[in-house]
């Protein structure tokens, strides 16, 4: 059983559309993430959620917007696509937002705007 | 602004060599240290340091924190061609601003050639 799953894998599209990233834990853990890793490999946080609620908003362009249903699912809403948002998106899930909790991370997302 | 420095940023070894990767990291209120492998896809978790001086251990990877002097390093020996990956570090702090957020570096991309 996937621990961390994310949907799509992959997708293209042209700039100026919206599009949306789902994930989904089954981890029970209480706190989802979402992390962008450009072509450089920097792997780097852009939200937080912790049991529903945002915790973590890093400056992101305000047309991403996350939403957390419930717990066990993060998912990522793009607006107006531009070029410079391809990237692998990952999700990613840890127990608890404070303590001593590892990551486990979805397999990624990746996104290319044409 | 917190940061993290690994290095080498790649580098290319032959099976059965031993390999030592670096990670340097300034964080306000460190908390812990984690090493990830990323191949292909997601990163997977090996292992988290919190305390100085304590080597931790599996199988043929091993990695050591020094608090004192801010790095730790992650120990490959005899390396087999299923190392080649790439080896991130990341770093958390335990202030409320840091909630579950990890600081990632660049990576050091490991090849390993039979």
């Known amino acids: 059983d996937t621990a961390v799953s994310q949907t799509p894998k992959y997708l293209v599209t042209q700039m100026g559309n919206d599009k949306s990233i789902k994930c989904e834990q089954n981890?029970?853990?209480?706190?989802m993430y979402w992390y962008k890793q450009d072509s450089k490999k920097f792997l780097k946080i852009m939200f937080s959620?912790?049991?529903?609620?945002?915790?973590i908003n890093e400056t992101v362009p305000n047309r991403f917007s996350p939403k957390s249903p419930d717990k066990a699912h993060l998912n990522l809403h793009i607006n107006s696509l531009e070029l410079g948002d391809s990237a692998v998106y990952f999700c990613?899930?840890?127990?608890?937002?404070?303590?001593?909790?590892?990551?486990?991370f979805g397999s990624g997302t990746r996104l290319t705007v044409v | 602004e917190d940061k993290v420095v690994q290095s080498p940023l790649s580098l290319v070894v032959h099976e059965g060599d031993t390999v030592t990767l670096n990670c340097s990291y300034e964080v306000t209120n460190f908390r812990s240290l984690l090493w990830y492998k990323q191949e292909k896809k997601a990163p997977t978790f090996l292992f988290m340091l919190?305390?100085?001086?304590i080597e931790k251990k599996s199988g043929r990877l091993s990695s050591i924190l020094d608090k004192k002097e801010l790095f730790s390093i992650l120990n490959i020996t005899a390396t087999q061609t299923g190392d080649s990956a790439v080896y991130l570090c990341?770093?958390?702090?335990?202030?409320?601003?840091?909630?579950?957020?990890?600081?990632f570096g660049a990576g050091t991309q490991v090849v390993v050639t039979p």
């Open positions: 981890l029970g853990h209480d706190t």
């Open positions: 919190t305390s100085s001086g």
């Open positions: 990613a899930s840890s127990l608890k937002a404070t303590g001593d909790y590892g990551y486990t």
């Open positions: 959620y912790n049991n529903k609620e945002l915790i």
């Open positions: 990341a770093v958390r702090g335990r202030t409320t601003d840091s909630w579950g957020k990890l600081q």
